[in-house]
């Protein structure tokens, strides 16, 4: 399988995310220019990644420019297909904007740009350190989205204390129900707040970022 990662101007995880898919995890990576639209390249046993950074400078809001980017154009047709797509930070908030994911990120509760490790939890079964680094990530929905969310199992992550207890304390930007990632209904679309990516090399002091990648790519090859 391969993964392409698209690059806005404005990304700056992009080159993250590459090396940790290709150096830490082994597999294939093929950069993905904003103004193309070919994914020839790639079939629905494929998944393309969208990271994080501030596409287009964050104007207007958080991913309302890049969602309608011509590569855009061809990963909602990609996703419509089956085709797997990751979001992170920046690339959660293109997937909530471009409808392929519910809901919304907002301005952090504090009103400020947050960048520090936290921990989140999730299909691991414990407590994963994690940075994060954004000022709009508080996930937001509908009671009603909140509860089919819930009910279809569709919360990947949540924020939690370092021993994996979910509480409002361990919730570092307000995200209802302490929500740090989500996927979509039919599970080929996943998008989190949290860079696995920036915690997946031993030289940065932090792997548990890898366990999270692991994970994710295995829902993808267990789709394809």
């Known amino acids: 399988m391969k993964f392409g990662v698209v ?6 995880c992009d080159r ?11 597999q294939e990576v093929i950069p993905l220019w904003h103004k193309d639209r070919d994914l020839s390249k790639f ?7 969208l990271p994080g950074g501030f596409s287009f400078g964050d104007y207007l809001r958080c991913g309302a420019i890049a969602r309608f980017s011509p590569m855009m154009q061809s990963v909602i047709q990609f996703a419509g297909q089956g085709g797997k797509v990751l979001g992170v930070c920046n690339g959660f908030q293109i997937l909530c904007e471009s409808h392929l994911l519910p809901g919304v990120l907002l301005r952090n509760a504090n009103m400020q740009f947050i960048c520090q490790n936290v921990y989140i939890t999730g299909e691991e079964g414990r ?4 940075p994060i680094a954004h000022g709009e990530g508080r996930y937001y929905a509908d009671a009603a989205t909140l509860d089919k969310l819930e009910n279809n ?4 992550y949540r924020y939690c204390d370092e021993n994996g207890l979910i509480t409002d304390a ?18 080929n679309v996943f998008g989190m707040m949290p ?3 920036r915690a997946s090399n031993a030289l940065l002091g932090n792997i548990d ?7 994710l790519t295995a829902k993808v090859l267990s789709l394809a």
Not at 7 to 12: L, W
Not at 43 to 49: A, F, L, N, Y
Not at 170 to 187: F, K, Q
Not at 209 to 215: A, M, P, Q, S, V
């Open 7 to 12: 690059v806005f101007p404005g990304s700056n």
């Open 16 to 26: 993250d995310m590459m090396d940790a898919l290709r150096d830490d995890l082994g």
């Open 43 to 49: 079939s629905t046993e494929d998944c393309i990644v």
């Open 127 to 130: 407590a994963l350190k994690i």
């Open 153 to 156: 199992n569709q919360v990947i």
């Open 170 to 187: 361990a919730n570092p930007n307000g995200s209802t129900r302490n929500i740090a990632g989500i996927c979509n209904e039919s599970r």
């Open 195 to 197: 860079h696995p990516e």
């Open 209 to 215: 970022g890898r366990e999270i990648l692991k994970t």
